[in-house]
C-alpha cells in the first residue's frame, strides 16, 4: 500500500524559500515506473501542476512554465523521499500543497496516489 | 497552453445519471483522467486514460474522450458521490487540470 507522508511549514515569509518533504512508504522514489509530483491548490488557480522528479537509468526534473525559474524537486534515495524548493515566494504562492505519484505503464501516466496536503500561508 | 474546461456545477437527484464535460483541443487525441474531491480531502482517482477504473473505484463510475471533449459519467448517483470532480490531461510534459464541477446531489 503506498502511502505519502507530507511536512513542512505551514507559514513562510515573503521572498524566503518554501520547503516541503513528502516521505514514501510502499514503494520507491528510484522506481522506473512511477514519476514524483508536487501539485498546489487555490481558490484562484484550481488544481495547479508544479513539477515532477523521476528515475529513468538517470534521474530527470520536469517543471512546470510558471514556477520554473523559482522550484526545485529533489529525490533523497537515502530516506525514501522527495522534496519541494520554491524560492522567492509571494502571497500568491499561499495553497494547500500535494505530493502526488503518477504511474507510468506504457501509456499515459495518471496520479493515483496523493499525499495529505499541508496548507502554506505567505505572510509577513 | 493547453486549457481544459469544465462547467461550474451539476445537480442530480439521487438514482439519477450525472454527466460531467471536460473540453479541450483535440482531446480525444490525448487520455484524459478524473479526480474526485470531497471537502477537506486529497483528490481521488476515478478514471484513468479515459475508460479505466482504479481498484475499489464503484462501476457507477465510466468514462468517455473523444473529438474535444472528454465525459465522466456516474450512473444511479448517490448521496456519497457529492463532490467536486476535476479532469486532466497532459500536454507535453505538464499535467493540466480543469477548473472543476461541483456535484451537488438533490
Known amino acids: 500500500q503506498v502511502q505519502l507522508q507530507q511536512s513542512g511549514p505551514g507559514l513562510v515569509k515573503p521572498s524566503q524559500t518554501l520547503s516541503l518533504t513528502c516521505a514514501i512508504s510502499?514503494?520507491?522514489?528510484?522506481?522506473?515506473?512511477?514519476?514524483w509530483n508536487w501539485i498546489r491548490q487555490s481558490p484562484s488557480r484550481g488544481l495547479e501542476w508544479l513539477g515532477r522528479?523521476?528515475?529513468?537509468?538517470?534521474?530527470?526534473?520536469e517543471y512546470a512554465v510558471s514556477v520554473k525559474s523559482r522550484i526545485t524537486i529533489n529525490p533523497d534515495t537515502s530516506k525514501n523521499q522527495f522534496s519541494l524548493q520554491l524560492n522567492s515566494v509571494t502571497p500568491e504562492d499561499t495553497a494547500l500543497y500535494y505530493c502526488?505519484?503518477?504511474?507510468?505503464?506504457?501509456?499515459?501516466?495518471?496520479?493515483?496516489?496523493w499525499g495529505q496536503g499541508t496548507l502554506v500561508t505567505v505572510s509577513s | 497552453s493547453y486549457e481544459l474546461t469544465q462547467p461550474p456545477s451539476v445537480s442530480v437527484s439521487p438514482g439519477q445519471t450525472a454527466s460531467f464535460t471536460c473540453s479541450g483541443d483535440?482531446?480525444?487525441?490525448?487520455?484524459a483522467c478524473w479526480y474526485q474531491q470531497k471537502p477537506g480531502q486529497s483528490p481521488v482517482l476515478v478514471i484513468y486514460q479515459d475508460t479505466k477504473r482504479p481498484s475499489g473505484i464503484p462501476e457507477r463510475f465510466s468514462g468517455s474522450n473523444s473529438g474535444n471533449t472528454a465525459t465522466l459519467t456516474i450512473s444511479g448517483t448517490q448521496a456519497m458521490d457529492e463532490a467536486d470532480y476535476y479532469c486532466q490531461a497532459w500536454d507535453s510534459s505538464t499535467a493540466v487540470f480543469g477548473g472543476g464541477t461541483k456535484l451537488t446531489v438533490l
Open positions: 510502499g514503494d520507491s522514489v528510484s522506481s522506473n515506473s512511477a514519476a
Open positions: 483535440k482531446l480525444g487525441d490525448r487520455y
Open positions: 522528479t523521476y528515475y529513468r537509468s538517470k534521474w530527470y526534473n
Open positions: 502526488a505519484r503518477d504511474l507510468y505503464d506504457n501509456m499515459s501516466p495518471y496520479f493515483d496516489h
